[in-house]
């Protein structure tokens, strides 16, 4: 009788042990909230400029939950970069709080760009998730930043230019087989010491089709203001393949055919 009480005793103890460390199916952890990672690049459509701006949930909730969003300002410290350069009007977005539908793991709110954004052009705007008690962040994501930029639906073209002294006489223009100019640029600034000047890239979204590249100097000496500073021009496409080059030693104007794609 008594070994009988003492196993007893003893499955009662480790019964009351194990009961402890047993996972409880009614307790439900809390839910953890983060964005798809800490940086992501959009690139959109003039037709499709929206970007849907998610969270996501470790576990889904019996009833919608509202999570919060904060516009970032200022420098991120991990970066030493502005947590925004975007302009005014650059984008719309739809709330500033996202709801999570009860039963889901994700809800978004809609970002809308701006479609007639220069092509060539990359912004970012930065977004957090705002702490509360009904759930926990996940530290390496609860913080977003959006780089944003128009992606050209036709043929991407670039034009580079490297300006004499005289960056004033200096224009250009691509015009189409209608004789519509498509793109132009110049004049420029004039230099205070005899060198050259690289210009910032421009970049332009062309249709299939025949154009002319033209580049002018209003004085009639080109690009050249001495032997060892002469100016250059170079029309490319995005994916690196190079339609006009040359360098300033023209009068007046000087014209170059070229075909897209």
């Given amino acids: 009788m008594k070994n009988i009480l003492y196993s007893l005793l003893s499955l009662i ?3 009351s042990f194990n009961s402890c460390e047993d996972y409880d199916p009614a307790i439900t952890p809390p839910s953890s909230l983060s964005f798809v990672s800490d940086e992501v690049l959009v690139t959109f459509l003039p037709e ?3 970007y849907p701006l998610t969270v996501y949930a470790t576990n889904p909730a ?3 939950r509202t999570v919060n969003l904060i516009l970032l300002e200022g420098t991120n410290p991990d970066t030493n970069e ?4 975007s302009l005014p009007g650059d984008y719309v977005i739809s709330s500033m709080s996202v ?8 809800g978004s709110v809609d970002i809308t760009f701006d479609s007639e954004m220069a092509l060539g052009e990359t912004r970012n705007v930065s977004f957090e998730i705002q702490e509360s008690g009904d759930y926990i962040l996940n530290n390496t ?7 944003y930029s128009p992606k050209c639906p036709f043929n991407s073209v670039i034009v580079d230019i490297i300006t004499d002294r005289w960056g004033s006489e200096t224009t250009w223009e691509i015009v189409n087989s209608n004789g519509i100019t498509v793109a132009n640029g110049g004049p420029y600034v004039n230099l205070a010491t005899n060198t050259t000047a690289v210009q910032p890239s421009q970049s332009f979204c062309l249709e299939d089709g025949d154009y002319v590249f033209h580049i002018y100097d209003s004085y009639g ?4 203001t001495s032997a060892s500073v002469i100016g250059s021009f170079k029309v490319s496409t995005g994916s690196g393949d190079v339609l006009v080059q040359g360098v300033g030693n023209f009068i007046y104007s000087a014209m170059y055919e070229f075909s897209l794609p």
């Fill in 48 to 50: 499709n400029p929206v």
């Fill in 13 to 15: 103890i480790i019964t």
């Fill in 141 to 147: 994501s609860n913080r977003i930043v959006v780089n």
């Fill in 82 to 85: 502005p947590y925004d350069t």
């Fill in 99 to 106: 709801t999570i539908p009860a039963g889901e793991l994700s």
């Fill in 62 to 64: 019996n009833e919608s």
């Fill in 221 to 224: 000496d080109g690009m050249i």
